[in-house]
């Protein structure tokens, strides 16, 4: 079984400019989550999917981050502008569906952002 | 507030001993606990986890880790350490039913196996 496939694996910007990662869940996994990993820190959720729609987006910071999964699959993560502080690791996961407990959450190899 | 605490940022380890990795809460109930490791270059991997029963639950790769409730704690333990167990440990939780999904982690252990 394919795990959750991220792209980049590595992206430097400058600040201001804008930035998308790429996200491709286990085949069959309805939910998505997007996570922000900063240096010495836990990942720290930022947005979750049900299929199509959002479940949870509190901790986006929806001034310079978005997100969406159109059709339910894969998912992209865009962040316009890039501020300093965005540099992080920018992990994907995904689990069968989070309607039901128990459910393990598989996590991609992670984007690598630095913002210069 | 609700938090995830891993006091020792930095383990290092002779191969072949014990290893314990602490983790406290702070949640008015029982969360859902959770140990996952990140080797370098690679996503997190759920080793074990905890919802109720027994407090003493098994994982992979060798890990233990013991549930005490009156400690709010939920550490990690092997009883002997290969080079390979090298990486990033992270306690995690979730809060409860409604919100599951929504794992809450702590900052991260550095473990480094010597020689």
């Known amino acids: 079984e394919a795990g959750v496939a991220q792209s980049p694996r590595y992206k430097i910007i400058e600040k201001r400019q804008s930035v998308a990662f790429w996200c491709n869940p286990i085949s069959g996994h309805a939910t998505l989550y997007w996570y922000q990993q900063i240096l010495g820190q836990g990942p720290k959720l930022l947005i979750q999917?049900?299929?199509?729609?959002?479940?949870?987006d509190s901790q986006l910071p929806k001034d310079r981050f978005s997100a969406e999964r159109l059709k339910g699959v894969d998912s992209t993560l865009k962040i316009q502008p890039a501020k300093l502080e965005d540099s992080a690791v920018y992990l994907c996961?995904?689990?069968?569906?989070?309607?039901?407990?128990?459910?393990?959450?598989?996590f991609g190899p992670g984007t690598r952002l630095l913002v210069l | 507030a609700q938090s995830v605490t891993q006091p020792d940022i930095h383990i290092t380890v002779s191969e072949g001993a014990s290893l314990e990795l602490r983790c406290n809460y702070s949640?008015?109930?029982?969360?859902?606990l959770f140990w996952y490791v990140q080797s370098p270059g690679q996503g997190l991997q759920l080793l074990l986890k905890y919802f109720s029963g027994d407090t003493l639950v098994q994982g992979i790769k060798g890990f233990e880790a013991e549930f005490k409730r009156s400690q709010s704690s939920f550490n990690l333990r092997k009883p002997s350490v290969h080079w390979s167990d090298a990486a990033e440990y992270f306690c995690a939780v979730c809060p409860g039913l409604d919100s599951w999904g929504k794992l809450q982690f702590g900052a991260g252990t550095q473990v480094v196996v010597t020689p």
């Open positions: 996961a995904s689990s069968h569906s989070s309607g039901k407990y128990q459910e393990t959450q598989y």
């Open positions: 999917f049900q299929n199509n729609g959002v479940v949870d």
């Open positions: 949640y008015g109930a029982t969360p859902y």
